[in-house]
């Protein structure tokens, strides 16, 4: 009650994607008040060219907290009718979003790997601090996030400012990020279109020409500069 007091009484109110606006709407805030601003990234340097060996495997990655709600099982079941050779690395420790969630996950997804024989494809990296993720990103050719819901999604945009194509859910700001067929894919949950979409991404000079695009929408859109000019905007129209 306390916060949506605070909310509504607010000049301004500012959220970080299209999601989050909807979502302040539906709380009863009214949209003339409503900015979109998205959280910000420092962009690294270019990742080194990668050795792109014809008939290497597909390096894939998920990262983020593993929950139910990221549906990893869907990515999982995509990998294992892959007709190439591939690798998938799941970054990120198992987390409860919410109390009706069961416990168990992540040795529920380590047990359908067994099932699906994909087990020594698939390595579980565990949560990782955040000064060595930049060695999955960089070693990474494809990103993929299956998620049901987000409010942002940062994993999303660090991937994106590796230049990694990004394969997505429309969740969070995959919708602002990715164009669909030229920095990614946008896709429905479920392991049919995530399979075909991992399938056209095993073309290394698609994978080559998405990767310049989505670094240079990141740029663009999410390198705080521009970030804080929309800040000081704001400010400066009251």
Known sequence: MTLKISAKRADAVVVSSALEYEDAVEFGISRKKIHVIPMGIDLPDPSPEKNRIEGAPLNILFAGRIARVRRVELLLRAVAGLSFPWRLTLVGGEEKTSSLSKPGYLPELQRLCGSLGIEDRVLFAGAKPPEELPLYYQTADVF????????????????????????????????????????????????????????????????????????ESVRKKFAWKPIMDQYMELYRSF
């Open 144 to 215: 993929v996030y299956p998620s049901l819901y987000e409010n942002f999604a940062q994993p999303i945009l660090e991937a994106a400012a590796y230049g990694i194509p990004v394969i997505s859910t429309a969740v969070g700001i995959a919708q602002e990020i990715i164009k669909d067929g030229e920095t990614g894919f946008l896709v429905p949950g479920d392991p049919v279109h995530l399979r075909e979409k991992l399938e056209r991404l095993n073309d290394p000079t698609l994978r080559e020409d998405m990767e310049g695009k989505i670094r």
